[in-house]
């Protein structure tokens, strides 16, 4: 990746909507983030429609960055905090990763079709407010819908394993998957939870 430095977010950036997150980033990296934001992010008025949200997904996702990045670590951040039952506050929606191009690992209508076919019935009974609810049952266009409109834009970060590595001031990891698995360990521990859509990787 040929990052240029003044697209690498900084501790700074990130204190005043997630001191949590910065500081879990500061343990790793110090405050020399290797992070960078695809350019393309999800509004709220990405969310008026399933429509527009899937198309919003592809947006972001066939961005050239998006197409051209391999090995890479990802987090799905928001601008502002959601809060978990347990009171903490954060911004994070997932932490993931992989091997192929960030465009390969997601395609435009994948995420919103997890549980497409049980996806009514569950989000009947899914409490609206309850954003853990929500994930964990995958009603995924109600979470995205209210996330992006109370606490949004979504914008997406990135980093390949040869910048991490760089830029790590503690272990170094060879795949992608060593370096999500550390980040999402880092989050549990101090956040006392997983990302919304974790998926068990924080589990």
């Known amino acids: 990746m040929n990052s240029q430095a003044d697209n690498r977010l900084k501790v700074g950036d990130i204190c005043a909507s997630d001191p949590i997150l910065a500081n879990i980033l500061k343990s790793l990296f110090g405050k020399n983030l290797p992070f960078q934001c695809l350019p393309r992010q999800i509004d709220c008025k990405d969310a008026d429609s399933e429509k527009l949200l899937e198309d919003g997904f592809k947006r972001l ?39 192929n191009t960030i465009k390969k690992r997601w395609a435009s209508s994948k995420l ?32 995205f819908q ?41 989050y549990k521990k101090y956040y006392d939870c997983t990302p919304l859509k974790d998926k068990n990787r924080c589990g």
């Open 112 to 143: 919103l079709a997890e549980d497409h076919k049980e996806r009514c019935d569950e989000e009947a009974k899914c409490d609206f407010n309850n954003l853990e609810k929500l994930a964990k049952n995958d009603c995924n266009w109600s979470l």
């Open 146 to 186: 209210k996330i992006l409109c109370d606490f949004g834009p979504l914008r997406i970060w990135y980093s390949n394993v040869e910048e991490l590595n760089n830029a790590t001031v503690s272990e170094k990891f060879e795949k992608p998957q060593e370096w999500e698995k550390e980040i999402c360990n880092k």
């Open 61 to 99: 996702f066939h961005c050239e960055e998006a197409e051209r990045e391999k090995k890479v670590v990802l987090i799905w951040v928001l601008e502002k905090p959601y809060t978990y039952q347990n009171g903490k506050k954060s911004t994070v929606v997932r932490i993931d990763q992989t091997e």
